[in-house]
């Protein structure tokens, strides 16, 4: 291979690695924060809500591998965006994807927090949210990571807890209790309530990123993500209808831990099941609040690297071969959120950021179809235009709900959102052109793993 050939990433992953990977960065989703859309929409009202979600996502996700196989190592989102329509763009879609990842850390820092004063009472919900945060921070910075091997067995534990809490909960079940009070706000509650439906499956675009060193990619890619959204298809239904049919569904649609706490009802809280059950649950939260402070880092970097953020983000710790300020940046976002909002809150800016990202890719998308028709698309997306259209409209539907539900929240969003946009074009960076190659360049990550 000559020098200017880009060195290739080994093409070693198979369905399964794609299954492990998208499972183990969504399956903390399925142990806390969607029991909130109970609170605005009642049992029924939420279930068609995550319906809905469920068909967004299958076509999301499909649409969203044809960028990331198209354009690989070029920065996320925010790269497709910028090739597609130009700088602003491509800050829209950055900005959309940093509140994404960076407001899913704290969100998940809190159900641990949550889950180990359930498991120890005495233990203040915020101060160990706070301390995870911290540790992971420094495990980041040290370069400590998990092997692929390690992945997959903390994915299969947490799909093994799940499968052996609805087992235990399942003969419990009454369908008077989850028939009952089952949309108390009508039509309304089921738009209120898809934001907290996405949270089931929020940052599984995450296995595109690793697209380029899949085996096979036009086959093996839709075969790992069936196989992903299978599971968290059926996790997802399972873990919520059977929970809602135990008690009063509304003594749980507030809680950071509310399996534990639907385990505790059934067995009593004092039951060793009980306890062992909210252990291992840490082990499933773990695994998606290091994949989210990773991303969310990463995603620091790239944007310095490419100087939509200030510069100093892009350094790398010369001992650890970490990004050290981008882990600290994304820290200190994380603390603020911790100290200022609450866990609804968090998830609904991580949410809103999640589907703004989901719309400016699918726009992407449709744009880049026309624009380079001949480029090379490794993997292209089934069913075009209807898959890219229908993730469309449901993304938008679901930013407008967030929206009409949450003016405050969205003010700060949108507010931060136009702040960066006038700060871009204020420096005049919306006037400089950076080439594709430049671009790859600054926008990859080449961190070493050792």
């Not at 992407?364 to 069913?383: G, I, M, Q, T, Y």
Request: with cysteine.
């Amino acid at each position: 291979m000559s020098d200017s050939q880009p060195e290739q990433l080994k093409k070693v992953l198979k369905p399964i690695h794609l299954w492990a990977i998208a499972v183990g960065l969504v399956i903390s989703g399925e142990y806390f924060g969607w029991n909130l859309g109970w609170g605005v929409s009642g049992t029924i009202g939420f279930l068609i809500a995550t319906l809905v979600i469920t068909v967004m996502y299958i076509t999301f996700i499909f649409s969203y591998t044809e960028l990331t196989t198209a354009i690989p190592h070029a920065g996320g989102a925010f790269a497709y965006a910028y090739r597609a329509m130009g700088p602003i763009a491509g800050l829209i879609a950055g900005y959309a994807t940093l509140v994404d990842f960076l407001f899913a850390t704290p969100a998940i820092a809190f159900a641990l927090g949550s889950y180990l004063h359930f498991l120890y009472p005495a233990v203040p919900v915020l101060q160990s949210a706070v301390a995870f945060n911290l540790v992971f921070m420094l495990i980041n910075i040290w370069g400590v990571k998990e092997s692929a091997t390690f992945s997959v067995f903390i994915t299969i534990l947490a799909v093994a807890e799940l499968l052996l809490f609805m087992g235990i909960i399942s003969p419990h079940f009454k369908m008077s209790n989850y028939l009952s009070h089952p949309m108390p706000f009508g039509w309304g509650g089921v738009f209120a309530a898809l934001p907290f439906a996405v949270w089931f499956y929020l940052a599984i675009e995450g296995v595109a990123m690793i697209a380029e060193e899949v085996k096979e990619p036009k086959k093996n890619i839709p075969k790992g993500y069936l196989y992903g959204l299978g599971t968290l298809m059926f996790l997802a239904l399972g873990v919520m209808i059977l929970t809602g049919g135990i008690t009063d569904w509304r003594k749980l649609s507030n809680l950071d831990y509310p399996l534990p706490e639907a385990i505790g009802i059934v067995l009593g809280k004092s039951n060793n099941l009980t306890k062992i059950f909210a252990s291992i649950g840490l082990f499933g939260l773990i695994a998606s609040f290091h994949g989210t402070i990773l991303a969310s880092s990463r995603q620091v970097f790239a944007m310095a690297r490419s100087s939509y953020l200030p510069r100093f983000l892009s350094g790398v710790n010369h001992k650890f071969k970490t990004p050290h300020w981008a882990i600290i940046a994304g820290g200190v976002v994380s603390f603020i959120a911790l100290y200022t909002g609450t866990t609804a809150q968090i998830i609904l800016i991580s949410v809103m950021g999640a589907v703004l990202m989901y719309m400016i890719s699918m726009i992407s998308l449709f744009v880049l179809r026309k624009k380079e028709p001949d480029l090379e698309r490794p993997f292209a997306s089934p069913f075009y235009p209807y898959f890219p259209a229908i993730a469309l409209i449901l993304s938008s539907i679901c930013l407008f709900a967030i929206i009409y539900y949450n003016w405050a929240l969205s003010v700060y969003f949108f507010g931060g959102l136009a702040t960066a946009i006038l700060i871009f074009m204020l420096m005049g960076k919306h006037k400089v052109r950076i080439t594709d190659d430049v671009l790859l360049e600054k926008a990859a990550v080449m961190i070493e793993s050792e």
